[in-house]
């Protein structure tokens, strides 16, 4: 019987050690680790890729943005997007894809009304927009209705509108454009984009000076 009770307790208290000392790696040190090696060699990464505009946190270069005005560049479309049914104590935003297939007679009803939208919104006194010049991405949600990125070919499609609407020239709109083009990650992953966030932060930026 003693022999039971002390094997016992030498068992939790092996038990109770082991917990201790995994408690303090795992729980303390290694996150404590982690944290500290990502601050010192990303910290823009790590902190969320946050974009600062006046000082202020606008957003995340991650995470794609709705409800720009037209004297701005204009992201993807999001008709993915939900919101929450189930505790409406918060205000939350559902992310996901429309889910509906090529042939959808509601998907192809969104993608003609964008279109339109989109030539409509576009085409300036001097610049007509022709439905064939409409890229994809410009009339298609992403998978997670949050892509913070747009195609090079929407970009250029419209900067004639910015341009007019902030009394600036096209060329410079365009070399604005160019600056934030990024290309295939690693020269092959990818295609080129333009992340809208950054693009109209420095639209902003320029309007101002």
């Not at 917990?19 to 601050?39: D, K, S």
């Not at 409800?67 to 992201?75: A, M, R, S, V």
């Not at 009304?113 to 022709?130: G, L």
């Amino acid at each position: 019987m003693n022999n039971s009770v002390t094997n016992t307790a030498r068992l939790l208290g092996a038990g109770l050690r082991a917990l201790l000392v995994l408690t303090v790696v795992c729980g303390v040190l290694y996150p404590l680790a982690v944290t500290g090696v990502a601050q010192a060699l990303f910290p823009t990464k790590a902190n969320g890729s946050e974009i600062a505009s006046g000082g202020k946190v606008v957003g995340s270069s991650l995470i794609g943005q709705q409800g720009y005005g037209l004297d701005y560049f204009q992201p993807r479309p999001a008709n993915g997007l939900g919101e929450n049914s189930v505790n409406t104590r918060y205000k939350l935003i559902l992310s996901g894809a429309t889910n509906r297939s090529g042939d959808n007679a509601e998907l192809i009803k969104w993608v003609k009304e964008a279109k339109a939208a989109v030539v409509k919104d576009n085409s300036t006194a001097d610049y007509k927009v022709r439905p064939s010049q409409v890229p994809a991405d410009a009339v298609t949600s992403s998978g997670s209705g949050l892509d913070p990125d747009i195609s090079p070919a929407y970009a250029v499609l419209q900067v004639h509108r910015v341009a007019e609407r902030n009394g600036l020239s096209v060329d410079r709109v365009r070399r604005l454009v160019d600056q934030h083009t990024e290309g295939r990650t690693l020269g092959f992953m990818g295609e080129p984009r333009v992340n809208v966030l950054e693009l109209n932060t420095a639209l902003k930026e320029l309007t101002k000076g």
